[in-house]
C-alpha cells in the first residue's frame, strides 16, 4: 500500500504532482476511478471536470471540505449528448448571474442567450425562446441583458467555439465571480452550482437496459 490508503488527502488548490502533495476534487477522482493521477481524468465530462476545479479553487480553505462527499458522483458521468454543454453551462450561469459583478453579468448574459439559443435549435423551438430559469436570471440583470440581447443580434466575425471556448470560460467566469461577490455565502453558492451542475449532466447519461428480462404475461404462458 501506498501512503495514500492510509490517509486521504485534504482538498487543496491546484494541481499535485502526487497524492503525498495532497489533491484536488478532480485528482481525487481519477484516484477513486482507478485512472492514472490527473485533474482531468477520462471518467468525467470535460465541462463538469472544469466546473469541478474551478469550484475546488474558489472555495475557502474551510469551506472545501464540504465538497469532498461529492467526488464518487462524478465518476463515470461522461454523456456526450449536444444538449449537456449548453444545459450545464446554464445551471452554473443562473446560479451566478444575479449575485456577480456588473463587467461579469455582460460576459454571463451573453454566454447564456448563446447557449439558449443552442438549446432552442437542437429541441426544434423558436430561438428566442428561453428555459424560465435562464429568463428569470436574465430578468434579475436587465442593463446587461438589454446589451447582451443587441451584442448577440450582430453578426460576428469568428464566433468562437461554443463547447471549447465560450462555455469553459462562462463556467470560470461565474464560479469566480460568485466567489468575489459581495454576498454572505459563497461557498454554500459554489457547492450549490456544482451540485446542480452534477445533476443536470447526470440528467443526460442514457439508462442502462434492463440485466432482467421481460416477464411474460401469465396469459401467454398458458397459451404456450
Known sequence: MNNFDF???VLSRGKHRNPR???????????LAGEPWSDHPACTHPLLAGVAR???DCTTDAGRSRLAPLIP???GLTPDDPHVVPRVTARCIQ????????ERQYILAVALIV?????????GRPLDSMNPASQEALDSVPSATKWARAFTAKAHRGTPDYARRTAPRAVSCAVEGISQACVS???ERLYRLLDNAIEECRSWVPAEPSRFPKAVP??????Q
Open 115 to 123: 447557449g439558449e439559443r443552442q438549446l432552442a435549435q437542437l429541441d
Open 54 to 56: 474551478d469550484v475546488n
Open 21 to 31: 502533495k495532497g489533491a484536488c476534487f478532480m485528482e481525487f477522482a481519477s484516484y
Open 7 to 9: 490517509a486521504v488527502p
Open 218 to 223: 401469465k396469459a401467454t404462458q398458458v397459451a
Open 73 to 75: 458522483s462524478v465518476i
Open 185 to 187: 455565502d459563497p461557498d
Open 95 to 102: 446560479e451566478a448571474l444575479p449575485v456577480v459583478s456588473q
